[in-house]
C-alpha cells in the first residue's frame, strides 16, 4: 500500500527510537537518569530515591533492544510503503510511551517523578500524528 504522507516523520522518529536504544546500550546507567528512573537496589525492597550509586539492570539493554527495534521497525515499514503499518505501529508506540510514564510516575521517586512528563508529552506527539495520518 502506497502512501500520500510524507516519509519524513516516519524515518526521523524511528532514527530517534534508534538512537536512544544506541544510547541505552552504550551508556545504561546514564539512561537511568535519562528515563527517569533510580538506580536498582542491591536491596530491592528500600526507597527508590536512596540509589543514586545502584546497580544497572540487564533489563536497560532489554529497553535498548526494545527502542531499535521500534526504530527499525518504523523505518523499514515506511521504506515499503506500507503507511497502515506505519500508522499502526506508531499507535502502539503511543501505548508504550504512555505506559512508560506510568512507570516512571510510580517508580522515579520524588526526585525523577518529573521526567514521566517527557514519556507523555512524546506519546500524545505520537497520538496527534496518528489521528493526523488517519485523517489525511
Known amino acids: 500500500m502506497t502512501s500520500t504522507h ?5 524515518y526521523v522518529l524511528g532514527a530517534a527510537c534508534f538512537g536512544r536504544g544506541i544510547m541505552a546500550l552504550l551508556s545504561p546507567r546514564k539512561e537511568y537518569g535519562n528515563v527517569g528512573l533510580p538506580l536498582e537496589s ?3 525492597a ?3 530515591t536512596t540509589h543514586r550509586d545502584g546497580l544497572v539492570s540487564p533489563l536497560m539493554y ?13 523505518m523499514a515499514l515506511q521504506q515499503q ?9 506508531a499507535a502502539v508506540l503511543s ?3 504512555l505506559g512508560d510514564g506510568l512507570v516512571v510516575w510510580l517508580r522515579g521517586g520524588d526526585e525523577l517523578r518529573f521526567k514521566a512528563w517527557g514519556h507523555w508529552i512524546t506519546g500524545f506527539g505520537f497520538v496527534g500524528w496518528v489521528f493526523w495520518r488517519w485523517n489525511h
Open 6 to 10: 510524507s516519509p519524513t516523520p516516519a
Open 46 to 48: 528500600s526507597d527508590p
Open 81 to 89: 510503503g506500507n503507511a497502515s503499518a506505519v500508522t499502526t505501529v
Open 62 to 74: 532489554f529497553k535498548g533492544i526494545r527502542e531499535i527495534s521500534y526504530g527499525l521497525v518504523l
Open 95 to 97: 501505548l508504550v510511551r
Open 42 to 44: 542491591q536491596t530491592a
